[in-house]
């Protein structure tokens, strides 16, 4: 027997060997190491996003402010709607310093039923409501019998207090639309040069110096809109700043201004915007009666008391 080469084939088949089980040490060590990275990346995501989902999060805001005015529904077209419609019974037009608008009374009530609801409601805005589309619908307010509706830019809701809607429809005792009110915002958006991630506005509530959200608290939604914050430019002009709405444990609600981190509750923003925005309404009158003896507005003699 050749010794020396047995000798030879042996070493050769163990360096083989060894070369093969530290190949496969190797590749299990970097499996585990991406393995544990990603793990740890993704509960440090989760530790400072408290519990909320990265891949939820809205895109970065765009817009630095919206300038806003309303416009005139008595020209433009834009009453042609109501004016052309043969269950108007009166239309009242709108216009002062703080408002410009329109009310309608309907000659015969419309019906939403409860069962179809939201196709009713849906159906009456497109024969009655000019631009329809631009408004998200709101809280229904049962002891006013109001249904309610906000104007919208990009798919984000122009906030304004709960009774100061730009779109409301009127309901009577038996569930029937007998009139609505609108205002609408021409939008103007300034493009923003610096503006926080979603993710700062949800670590500007975790800052020690707000003292918001705690260790064991929950982000439960993040959205955004639009909140007016500053007096008027001009006439009719009102400058809506974005803001993260930040829901902590599915109960609070916070705004982080998407430039300046400022954060508010969402009352404090609303108990600031009420005694200018809050508005009272043209009054609709029922089926049938005089829009004279229920104090009609013509022309803002009865005005809303808002902005």
Known sequence: MDWARTKTIFIVVFLLLNTFLLSSYLEQQTNYQESSASQTGGEESQQRLYGYSEEDLPDRIEQLHLEASYVDFESGGRSQKVENNSNINDITYISNERLIGMSATLEEPVEISEDNRNEDLASFLNNYVWNAGDYEQGQMDEELNRQYYYQTFDDKQIYKPETSAQLELVFNEQNEIVGFRQSYFELDATPADSTIPAEDAIEALGNPSNGILQTNDTVSDVSVGYFNQVTPQGENVYLYT??????????????????TQRVQSW?????????????????VPENGSDPEENGSAENGEEAPANE
Do not use: F
């Open 242 to 259: 974005p803001m993260y709405i930040v829901e902590v444990n599915g109960e609070s609600r916070y705004l982080v201004n998407a430039r």
């Open 267 to 283: 009352e404090q923003v609303m108990e600031d915007n009420g005694e200018e925005d809050i508005m009272v309404e043209p009054e």
